[in-house]
């Protein structure tokens, strides 16, 4: 798998729920600016492959910003570094020589039907895109979070945040993968599917228990910032500081003490796509509209006479994804992090 990232508290999960999914191999990371900049999404992403336990994998840096307005971040979201509360170790790996671009095109003509994973804006694509356009033919698969098709925004009442952070960059994949072949066409979750993918106190708990980490801890809304987890798993303690976080800003909105767990739930599409019922549709980005700017547009009907370039995921079934989550990552966790006996 080559990913694409913009680390941020829910792609960090994406990224230990790969590593606890034997199946995934990930040949390459690349950090893309998006809800922190580029050098602190490097930096988070490294962070994350030490907890991990990872092997050697190449993390590229990508762009400093999108294609063609400035860089917006959104650390209200994803905390001061990007991964809520939590704070990890600053990681002794070293990035890659390669730009991110350089990187995506690369790995895909050295591994043809790799598949590609998006949990950030597509600037580091779009920019893959114009050294290799035949990265359409090349990828096994790829899979995008990103857009918001008969359901509301979430950064402008139509904008979901990827898209909205580099339109641009969107409408030249959308564009581009117009050349894929009709079952490899991108698998699109946006926010219509991933705000069904909601992560509740419960959930870390019995993260908690898979992993055999003690205290079990049920975060709750008003613990503040300044409470830390003590749970002894140092994944555990790194998933409670992390994912409080981002409860306590769905929480701050009125969305109830929970947690939309878009990223992690795409890399589980990206393994195994059956997770999804899907349609197929012609996506295109809005770059004109004065209010309407980075709205992502499916035409499901032909309306507009072109061949479709995206399936759109439809339906799912949150709680299949939740106990696989925790399977996986509970185990893993406890795997890495032995328990001593007592
Ligand atoms: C997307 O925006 C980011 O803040 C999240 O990491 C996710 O990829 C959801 O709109
Ligand atoms: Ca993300």
Redesign the pocket.
């Known amino acids: 798998m080559i990913l694409d990232v913009?680390t941020?508290i829910?792609?960090s999960l994406a990224l230990l729920y790969l590593l606890a999914s034997p199946e995934a191999q990930i040949l390459g990371i690349a950090a893309t600016a998006?809800?922190v900049g580029t050098a602190q999404v490097a930096a988070n992403t490294l962070a994350m492959l030490d907890l991990g336990g990872a092997g050697e994998i190449e993390v590229a840096a990508g762009a400093d910003g999108p294609l063609a307005i400035p860089l917006r971040t959104?650390e209200d979201?994803?905390g001061p570094q990007g991964l809520g509360y939590a704070e990890l170790p600053v990681s002794a790996r070293a990035l890659s020589g390669r730009s991110a671009a350089r990187m995506w095109a690369e790995l895909a003509r050295a591994h043809p039907g790799a598949i590609g994973l998006c949990?950030?804006p597509l600037t580091n694509l779009a920019l893959a895109l114009r050294l290799e356009p035949e990265l359409p033919r090349l990828l096994g698969r790829l899979v995008i979070?990103g857009g918001a098709f008969q359901h509301p925004g979430?950064t402008t009442p139509t904008n979901?945040?990827?898209i909205h952070v580099d339109p641009e960059a969107a409408k030249e994949v959308f564009d581009a993968f117009s050349a894929a072949p009709p079952q490899r066409r991108p698998l699109v979750c946006a926010?219509d599917i991933t705000e069904t993918i909601e992560m509740r106190p419960a959930h870390l708990a019995r993260l908690a228990e898979a992993a055999g980490s003690a205290p079990v801890e049920l975060p709750a809304a008003g613990q503040g910032a300044a409470w830390r987890s003590a749970a002894s798993n140092p994944v555990l303690r790194y998933l409670v500081d992390a994912v409080r976080f981002y409860f306590d800003f769905h929480h701050g909105y009125d969305l109830g003490y929970l947690a939309h767990m878009?990223?992690p739930f795409a890399a589980a599409v990206a393994l195994d796509p059956a997770l999804v019922t899907t349609r197929p549709a012609t996506v295109d980005v809005e770059l004109a509209g004065t209010i309407t700017r980075a709205t992502t547009v499916a035409d499901w009907a032909g309306m507009w006479g072109r061949q479709p370039n995206a399936d759109i995921a439809v339906g799912t079934d949150p709680a299949v994804f939740f106990d696989r989550l925790i399977t996986r990552v509970g185990a893993y966790a406890r795997r890495l992090y032995p328990e001593p006996p007592a």
């Open positions: 913009d941020g829910d792609d998006g809800n959104t979201t994803h949990t950030g979070m979430n979901e945040w990827n926010l878009h990223d």
